[in-house]
Each structure stands twice: as C-alpha cells, then as structure tokens.
C-alpha cells in the first residue's frame, strides 16, 4: 500500500465516514478516492491536502531530523579532518585584481 492511500485509509476510518461521503466532501468522484485508496493512482499534493481536509484533518510539514545520524557523520567527519596533514602556507596568495577605468 502507498503512503497516500495509507493517510486516505486512516483519515476517513478515523472520521468514521464512507468513501461516498469523503468523496462527496472532497468533490471527488467515489471510484477516484477507491483507486487512490487501494493505491492504483497516486494523487498529487494538493488533491491529498484536499482529500485530508475533508475528512477533518490539516497538513503539517517539518523535516525529519535524525540527530543521533547527524552526530555520528560529523563525528566521522572530524574524525577524517584530524588525519589531514597540516601544512601552513607562509604567506597567503591572493589574486590580482585590475582596475576598472572608470
């Protein structure tokens, strides 16, 4: 089962609606919210919005941070920057940059 007709699937059970209904609300016709339901056409981002507002519910985003991955790929990064040779540059070289008549 897809994700969208898992979020279909369980708005509409939690409404305690029929598909006809959320359909009806949707303006959708029912065969169209029975394929997305069982995951034989995808619907795009706005019908999803669309589909959970009618059975009651809002769409909230936010990034899924996972911070024991990022602790340990910094970590993995220190950890290789600490290997690299350190080579100070006596003087530090800088393009020249040419005056503009003007």
């Known amino acids: 089962m897809g994700r969208a007709a898992g979020l279909i ?3 509409r ?3 305690g609606i029929s598909q006809a209904e959320l359909a009806r609300r949707a303006g959708l016709p029912r065969s ?3 394929a997305y339901e069982h995951a034989n056409r995808e619907p795009g981002a706005d019908t999803l919005i ?3 507002a009618a059975a ?3 769409v909230h985003l ?4 996972d911070v024991e991955r990022n602790a340990r790929i910094l970590e993995q990064v220190l950890e290789l920057a600490e290997g690299l ?3 100070p540059r006596k003087t530090l070289a800088y393009p020249r ?3 503009q008549a003007g």
Request: no cysteine; aromatic share 12%.
């Open 9 to 11: 699937i369980e708005a």
């Open 13 to 15: 059970r939690r409404a």
């Open 32 to 34: 169209v919210l029975n």
């Open 50 to 52: 669309r589909i959970l």
């Open 56 to 58: 009651g519910f809002d």
């Open 62 to 65: 936010q990034p899924r941070i």
């Open 85 to 87: 040779p350190y080579r």
């Open 97 to 99: 940059f040419k005056r």
